[in-house]
């Protein structure tokens, strides 16, 4: 692509999340492009989120680790995206969308960082991760299908444009976590007031650190550390719940970590 079609693709994906509209001919951008060049345009694509007042760069979300993701989104293993301080809620929380966009909601385990993650000249490892952490967080993670048929969309599409995301909403962080077994722990999702999705911890890549290990070496390829403070999504624990009716009470439960709550509505 040259540079004047990157300025392109940019300004249209973003400004179609940005506004919150579907995009009306999604399956040719990209087409023939791989992942990596999707990696180059969303790092644009923060840049460009920045500069139209979404924040900064907040953390990282973590999409398809779990087996039945992957098979759902038709993806080989995980893939990440940005995500921006304007786009980090705390519980509880309410949230704009609009219907066209096909909203759903994730319940995942967040994890904090409380030291840098500096260059390290051999991959990262759980151990490694693990004593930079210093909270676990209950968490949900709002995507949006903007693509309309996201199966005939190009990976490389899907990951410049954050893989789905369009907001995370974070409940209270648990700073005595070591002693919770986080493959066993259970989640589970509601939509109003009916339990809807279950998932366990294992179904995030066998353990929800692994995650983090897979970002850490990840982003050690494009040169990029993680750091203090920031918040990674490590996907979600359970199938994607796709929204069809507003307002709507979401509501998800982790055992051992607590809970998160957001309520949807429809365009404001």
Known sequence: MTTEETDRLVELLGRARLLGQPLADAVPLLATAD????????TRIAVWF???GQGELAGYKIGATAKGMQEVLGVPGPVYGHILSGKMLQSPAKHACNPDCRPGVECEIAFRLGDDLPPSPS???????ARCI???IPAIEIVENRYGDFRNCSIALLTADDFFHKACVLGEPVLDWRGIDLPDIVGRTSVNGEWVETGRGRDVLGHPLDAVVWLANKLAERDVCLKAGQIIM??????VHWINRYPSEINIEISGLGDSSVTLTGPS
């Open 35 to 42: 992942g990596e060049a999707g990696y180059d345009i969303q």
């Open 50 to 52: 920045s500069a139209h």
């Open 123 to 129: 991959p990262f490892t759980r151990d490694h991760v």
């Open 134 to 136: 210093d909270a676990v």
């Open 234 to 239: 490590t996907g979600s624990m359970t199938p």
